[in-house]
């Protein structure tokens, strides 16, 4: 039972461009979000958060928009850079003892 | 400051074998997690642990998994008799404090290969 999707497998962007990773939930008790970027053999690194009393979060060109009513969630990266081509998994937490990922998109931006 | 640390990177046991994956959470840290990556998977929850107890175990395997986080020392993810199915990327990850509106530090995981 996947309760976060992230139903686009990969994404590519030009250099300079908007990237918009998109991710869907089900529970609506989720009250806390997170997006991650993994690159290959490492482990994820913490990019953005939002809690559900927001609906934005912005940090440097990364936002994050919060739609609770149609429980979306979405990254943008403006402007596009070539170092942010990574595999990007959103997270959610409903208060518990647990984060629920998605299944990761992965990003290409090209030169 | 170190990050999160897990150790070996890679481990290849045959099946019916033991494996013993180690993971030291960042200073300060008290909170540790273990999630699974399958192929072509996201990141599965396993287990959540504070010093010396398990506080969720709800994503673990009932039989042949175990994890601990002694009072001293890293918190270990064990798997006996280890079968091909086992075979995933596994990452550890420490938080200040608990899940609700703290990050988690990941560490760069443990592949296992299970031959």
């Known amino acids: 039972d996947q309760q976060v999707k992230q139903n686009s497998p990969s994404l590519s962007v030009q250099e300079g461009r908007i990237s918009i990773l998109n991710c869907d939930y089900t529970?609506?008790?989720?009250?806390?979000f997170l997006w991650y970027k993994k690159y290959p053999a490492e482990g994820p690194t913490f990019l953005i958060s939002i809690s559900s009393i927001k609906d934005k979060n912005e940090d440097g060109r990364f936002t994050v928009f919060l739609n609770k009513s149609a429980k979306h969630l979405s990254l943008h990266i403006v402007p596009s850079q070539p170092g942010d081509s990574a595999v990007y998994f959103c997270?959610?937490?409903?208060?518990?003892?647990?984060?629920?990922f998605g299944t990761g998109t992965s990003l290409t931006v090209i030169p | 400051n170190a990050g999160v640390m897990q150790n070996p990177r890679h481990l290849v046991r045959r099946r019916g074998q033991e494996a013993r994956l180690r993971c030291s959470p960042m200073k300060g840290h008290s909170h540790v997690y273990w999630y699974r990556q399958l192929p072509e998977e996201g990141l599965k929850f396993m287990v959540y642990?504070?010093?010396?107890?398990?506080?969720?175990e709800s994503g673990m395997p009932k039989e042949r998994f175990s994890a601990e986080f002694p009072k001293e020392g890293p918190s270990i993810l064990r798997i006996q008799q280890v079968v091909r199915g086992d075979s995933a990327a596994y990452f550890c990850?420490?938080?200040?404090?608990?899940?609700?509106?703290?990050?988690?530090?990941f560490g760069p995981g443990t592949r296992l290969t299970v031959l």
């Open positions: 990850a420490s938080s200040l404090a608990g899940v609700s509106y703290n990050e988690q530090f």
């Open positions: 997270a959610a937490s409903a208060s518990g003892n647990q984060f629920y």
């Open positions: 642990l504070q010093k010396e107890n398990i506080i969720d």
């Open positions: 529970n609506s008790m989720f009250d806390y």
